[in-house]
């Protein structure tokens, strides 16, 4: 829960587990949480070092909780203040690729390509030659090539290509998606879900990219860039970078028979988690809308909590998405 502002979970279990002790020594500390003495010691020294603990004035072996706010709040206000400067660059190096691309060997760093079927020919070329990454925004109403049609994936998935995607929460609720990308995951992809994308993206190899010229819904032919290692290309990286840093994990277990009944609670947590609606999850595992409901009922009851956002919260600390 606290990662993106510098705390591990056994960082964080530890100083939940000191606040409730109020004072403790290494020894105090390794027996509640059932590590050894230095290890905990570890971990308190982790939790001085970032500000959440501080050794008691009467023993220098005694350490007692600092308030989380003045350490963490700081943490998180750097971190947004480096996203901010990030999504500045791109607005400044987008602004300087099209004053400047013209001028500089356009052929070298662009390659414009129109047409559906030129664009999805050109997409499954990319993914065929991919020798380690593919990261991919995936929008709701594809415009050349449907995520269900995408088998180059599964392929490149066994040749040991990584895919990283990110999917549009509109796209999720489509008929037949969540099934797809189960299966994606179950192949290795990594799946995270944010409720709107900016724009469609592929990016190959982190050296060339494939984005829309046009936004959506204009009529005609699509058409898109394929842009080469350049400076437009870094900003696009930074802005995909930014966007899975708060995109939410959508899990799968492994296939093979029925379901069992902790994997299927992992995929309703990952949905609801995405922000995914009970009547989509519900149509697309082909259930009752109720039936969903009673399963995020028995599992607030499990979690120990009486409301969604707090399931969400003990489903995150817990490890269960």
Known sequence: MLDDVGLRPEAEHAYRTLVQLSRARATDLADRLGVSEPEARRLLETLAGAGLAATAPEHREVFRPLPPDVALGTALLRRQESLEAARRMIAQLTEEYRATARRHEPDRLVDIVTGREDLRQRLRHLQETAHTELLWFCRANHVAMASTENAEEFQALQRGVRYRVIYERALLEEPGMIENVAAGIRSGEQARSLPTLPVRLAIV???????????DGRSGEPTAAVVGRSQLLDALLA??????DRASPVVAEPAGGPTPPAAE?????SL????????????????SRRTVQRRFAELMARAGVDTRPGLAYQA???GWV
């Open 265 to 269: 609670e992992r995929l309703l947590l």
């Open 205 to 215: 190899d982190r050296s060339v990219a494939v984005c829309p010229l046009v936004p």
């Open 316 to 318: 995150a600390r817990r």
């Open 272 to 287: 609801f988690v995405a922000g995914v609606p009970d009547k989509a999850i519900a149509s697309q595992l082909a259930v």
């Open 239 to 244: 802005l995909f970078d930014s966007y899975w």
